[in-house]
């Protein structure tokens, strides 16, 4: 029992029978380039399925958390016809972005660029006070890209802070979403927005229920515990409270994203 992969009737390699989930297929990235790799669906006599790549993942050096400004990141992939790009204002990386080449130094120089601090939102007939001396994080968004810029992969997200020592008793929770889905007028879930422009209320953060779920990449480290990174939905909870600068937020796991519970 073993699997053959064709072309035009040539033999191009064979290997032992493999188990694969219903609808997708393996294959290669470049013609006779090891190792195969498995695709997100299946596609029968045409060009293997563009999209992400089941195995195609990022390897790390470290897990978020607390770094005292020494340490670096190393990041790696086994599938060597990819490439790792990355960006440093929580966004998702383009075909555009930097390609991650080497270690990288966790110190002031990698703070993340991201303004978020600067955006007006709260209700208009309350006080909002920009916060200029916001502490910034570090915080590395990358995926991987074939040689036509197409992603290939889920994004890897690491925050980490730069502390003084490690003896900071408080947890890290970090939060990471696109800026359309957080402070776009049209789909930003924390900002006035066109609700507000509209005058069907203060603002996009008062509107509920799934059609204003965004997916994030939530983190939470602790000294001496194993951490979480997943990705989640975010919504605004509360009542009054959602019109304030700082807002509740509630987190939902779900299936879709990659895990039902966390």
């Known amino acids: 029992n073993q699997l053959e992969l064709l072309k035009n009737d040539s033999l191009i390699q064979n290997y032992p029978r493999l188990q694969i989930a219903p609808g997708r297929s393996i294959g290669f990235i470049k013609e006779n380039h090891l190792p195969i790799v498995l695709y997100e669906r299946s596609s029968p006599f045409l060009p293997n399925y563009s999209g992400l790549i089941s195995n195609a993942h990022i390897e790390s050096n470290r897990r978020g958390g607390y770094t005292l400004g020494q340490d670096s990141l190393e990041l790696t992939t086994r599938l060597n016809d990819l490439k790792i790009r990355f960006t440093t204002d929580g966004t998702i990386p383009q075909r555009h972005n930097a390609l991650?080449?080497?270690?990288?130094?966790?110190?002031?120089?990698?703070?993340?660029?991201?303004?978020?601090?600067?955006?007006?939102?709260?209700?208009?007939?309350?006080?909002?006070?920009?916060?200029?001396?916001?502490?910034?994080?570090?915080?590395?968004?990358?995926?991987?890209?074939?040689?036509?810029?197409?992603?290939?992969?889920?994004?890897?997200?690491?925050?980490?802070?730069?502390?003084?020592?490690?003896?900071?008793?408080?947890?890290?929770?970090?939060?990471?979403?696109?800026?359309?889905?957080?402070?776009?007028?049209?789909?930003?879930?924390?900002?006035?927005?066109?609700?507000?422009?509209?005058?069907?209320?203060?603002?996009?953060?008062?509107?509920?229920?799934r059609d204003w779920e965004r997916e994030v990449n939530f983190e939470f480290y602790e000294l001496g515990g194993p951490g979480l990174n997943v990705r989640a939905g975010l919504r605004v909870h509360g009542g009054s409270g959602r019109k304030n600068q700082q807002k509740g937020l509630r987190l939902y796991a779900r299936k879709s994203y990659g895990t039902e519970s966390f």
């Open 100 to 209: 991650f080449e080497g270690p990288m130094a966790l110190d002031e120089s990698a703070y993340s660029t991201s303004t978020s601090n600067s955006i007006v939102n709260t209700a208009a007939q309350l006080n909002w006070h920009a916060s200029d001396s916001a502490r910034k994080n570090i915080v590395i968004s990358a995926a991987l890209f074939d040689d036509v810029g197409r992603r290939r992969s889920q994004v890897l997200v690491r925050t980490f802070e730069v502390v003084a020592q490690k003896s900071q008793p408080l947890p890290i929770i970090s939060i990471n979403g696109e800026w359309n889905d957080l402070y776009s007028d049209e789909n930003g879930i924390l900002v006035p927005g066109v609700t507000a422009f509209q005058g069907r209320g203060d603002g996009n953060f008062e509107q509920r229920g």
